[in-house]
């Protein structure tokens, strides 16, 4: 047994894509970490399941419906209490038995915790890159302000994160984010124009839930990431840039003010990231299978397509103007992706529904957090009627 302190986590999305994948991370480093709050929105069969293995201090399901089914599954676990709602979920990521908050909730979802956290001062271990594209300003701000540290665990900003280790700030030229191009890389917009839900939710090389796949084929997510890497890592919008590297060895690469490159390079799998920022700063050893160069003899790079993925470009205006734009950006994306996986929206009408919305919906400069929420609402409002 070791004779260190265990690192005690909060885990805000435990039954998706991210948080189960950080629950193999627990499982493998026994000693180390010690799950106190397990949170999901509807998976009340997987979250009881989690809460039975793992015993954890608190529990919160999201949906009030499943709340009595959850409560009564756990009844003969009288220390897990069993907690609803938004509420219950920021008093979760605030408790003072928490010393780490992993939030893997998806979209807009993420704020108000994360915000919770912060206030705490948590150290945040950052899954929900939707938090600093619609509020990244005030969200660096509070973590400024109370100490918090936030370490990201999206695999191309912790690629970032680990070549700057060490690094002065200013040292920085530019970064550049690595993307795959998703599934329909190299299609035209006529091709893309027939795309069906099942054919994009076929990433190449990760498994991920379904809002992150179609925001993988429609290069939003990169937009999104592109905007997290801004408030991340304090840059000007000219120092980032984004390349289509397919086979995702490569997961980003940092630029410095003498020309050299630092890049971060592994197989694509993203208990890496999220093991290097639960452990930081130690690396903690794992059984992952290794890369081997000979197993890729070629790694290719070329130029985003724009013109045809237009989602990419937009994130770029919406960072550039700043105040609540990605905010816009977000909440249009969110119901946009929805209305396509229920087959109401075509896959090329995805940018159009977020242009017609930064357009459409009133610009803010400097966004305090409720103008944050009530541009959220109105987004949403305007998107739902755009995907009628």
């Known amino acids: ?31 180390r970490f010690l799950v106190v709050a397990l949170t999901a929105q509807r998976n009340a069969d997987l979250l009881v399941a989690q809460a039975r293995e793992f015993r954890p201090a608190v529990v919160v399901i999201g ?72 509020a990244g300003q005030l969200v660096t701000r509070l973590a400024r302000q109370s100490g918090s540290a936030i370490y990201p665990v999206d695999s191309e900003h912790s690629a970032i994160f680990q070549c700057l ?33 099942a054919q994009a939710l076929k990433h190449p090389n990760w498994d991920m839930g379904a809002k992150i796949t179609i925001d993988s084929a429609s290069l939003m997510n990169k937009g999104l990431e592109v905007i997290e890497a801004k408030w ?15 086979q995702s060895i490569i997961h980003s690469l940092v630029q410095f003010t003498d020309g050299s490159l630092k890049a971060q390079l ?11 920022a639960l452990g930081y700063p130690e690396r903690l050893p794992n059984n992952f ?4 160069f000979l197993d890729y003899p070629q790694l290719t790079f070329e ?29 249009a994306n969110e119901v946009a992706v929805a209305a396509f996986l229920r087959d109401q929206i075509g896959f090329l009408q995805l940018p159009d529904v977020v242009e017609n ?24 409002r305007v998107a739902s009627e755009l995907v009628k």
């Open 1 to 31: 047994m070791s004779s260190y302190q265990p690192r005690s986590l909060a885990l805000l999305g435990s039954t998706g894509s991210i948080g189960t994948q950080t629950l193999d991370v627990v499982r493998a480093h026994p000693g």
């Open 63 to 134: 949906d009030e419906a499943q709340y009595a089914t959850v409560r009564e599954a756990l009844t003969d676990q009288p220390e897990t209490q069993v907690m609803t709602g938004l509420d219950a979920l920021a008093e979760a990521a605030a408790r003072p038995d928490v010393d780490v908050v992993l939030t893997a909730l998806v979209g807009y979802a993420g704020l108000l915790p994360t915000i919770a956290a912060l206030k705490a001062g948590k150290t945040i271990a950052l899954a929900n890159k939707e938090t600093l594209v619609v």
């Open 165 to 197: 280790v060490g690094e002065e700030p200013n040292s920085v030229e530019k970064i550049i984010l690595t993307a795959s191009g998703g599934p329909f890389r190299g299609r035209s917009a006529q091709e893309l124009a027939t795309v069906t839900k």
């Open 232 to 246: 991340l890592f304090g840059l000007t919008d000219e120092q980032i840039e984004v390349v289509v590297h397919p």
């Open 266 to 276: 592994g197989l694509p799998d993203m208990k890496l990231p999220i093991q290097y």
């Open 289 to 292: 299978p290794r890369f081997s």
């Open 303 to 331: 130029r985003p397509d724009g013109d045809t993925f237009r989602n990419l470009p937009l994130a770029f205006e919406a960072m550039r103007r700043g105040g609540n734009a990605p905010c816009v950006l977000n909440a």
């Open 357 to 380: 919305c930064l357009a459409r919906v009133s610009y803010l400069a400097e966004p305090s957090l409720d103008d944050y929420v009530h541009t959220d609402a109105e987004t949403r």
